[in-house]
């Protein structure tokens, strides 16, 4: 594991002895929660969440200034994804690094990030402050999203399901004219078919893609 954590540097920083990689790597394991003692241990020897404390103390040993982190805890059980996420958040302000989260969890979503950006077959449809995006979300999309966020109701959860839309989303590599959300969307119009939505800007940190958001 400890030949993991320093690729980074044999890479990036080869003037570094071995003595000060050991250092290194000392310092990025404790960073993350993890026991030297672990240093000597194969990938298959640790649990899923101690891997991917691996994977954050290698991605931090260079002191980023951006970190991507792409579905970092969907392999994860619930309690270790709240541990990586408190983890991730602890980092970001103790480094003042930026953090790129990608997920489909928007649980996790709206406990760590600050500004959102939802999108559909990799075009923008909205970007907003996460309080203001899950507090009153503008686009269509966005709204079937956040609908779509379970309930632990069994009163209100049946209902809701019924309401969620038949059929599968077109394929990326054959994207619906227009406005690519169009043909599962409730509000769209020939309009949406015709012409592609401009990028809009309401607000400050906000951003939206749609025809008919000003009046939904």
Known sequence: MAEIVAEPLRVHEPSLDARAREHAVAGALARVGLSAALAERYPHELSGGQCQRVGIARAMILAPRLLVCDEPVSALDAPTQQQIIALLAGLRQESGMCLLFI????????????????????????????????????????????AAIPVADPDIQPERLARVRAGEPPSPLSPPSGCVYRTRCAHAMAVCAERVPQWEEPGAEQGIACHRWREI
């Not at 997920?103 to 907003?128: D, F, K, P, T, W």
């Open 103 to 146: 997920s489909h969890n928007l649980a996790l979503i709206r406990r760590l990030c600050e500004r959102v950006l939802v999108l559909y077959l990799g075009h923008m449809m909205e970007l907003a402050p996460a309080a203001a995006l899950f507090a009153s979300p503008r686009h269509p999309y966005s709204q079937e999203l956040l």
